[in-house]
């Protein structure tokens, strides 16, 4: 196994399937600043991400975002992912998070957003495993999380990308709209096509001419999560 003895590594692009634990927790990179996961698994992805030096600028979660079967530990996983890129992340300013919309991992997350002060860029896929996705809950996990951001979001942050299990209100997007005037303009990625309705239309566009939102865009799912942070 050659990936060990690569110390000095700085950039890190692996498909992580072929390799146990055990071997994973012997890839310490304390120069590493670019991670790109090849496979989706958090759990190995949280090992190299605690073993690496504290200098890591952009983590992005590359391939299998089709979540449409369930995965083992997916709830639990993800909340370590999380909490590994808090505790060990603090220069992080491109990521990529994917997580179910349950209260513990909501707060999980905003203790990430308060820690990790340098976030400009972060791809959002929050996904329901076992529950059915209703429109209620979908606007409730929009509301819930443009609430979040506007209390914990850092002052750097300038896009984001959703994904999968939100939406949002007029009501909500407008609140959200208003009460990030002040920061630096924001730019937002989505690929459900509600955005491009008349009424959504006139909002996003009242609230680029104020400057708070530099561009609002609805495009292809694969559009979305293929703007991969320039790695």
Known sequence: MVLPKLHKLKSLAINIEPFSIDQLKLCVYRDLEIFRIGYYELKEASIIIENSGGHLKKIFLESSYELDDVIDDFNDDSLIFIRKVYENCLSIEYLSLVFPPSKHHFNEFERLLKTCKNLKSLLLVIRYM?????????????????????RSAPINLREIRFLYDVKFSLKALEEFFEK????????????????????????????????????????S????????FNM
């Open 221 to 228: 799912f694969y559009t979305v999560l293929g703007t991969d």
């Open 130 to 150: 076992d529950d059915v996705e209703t429109d209620e809950l979908l606007l409730k996990n929009g509301e819930d999380l443009l609430r979040l951001l506007i």
């Open 180 to 219: 990030w005037r002040g920061r630096p303009s924001l730019t937002i990625f989505t690929y459900r096509s509600i955005y491009k309705e008349s009424s959504y239309k006139e909002l996003i566009n009242t609230y680029k001419n104020d400057g708070i939102i530099k561009d609002f865009k609805c495009e």
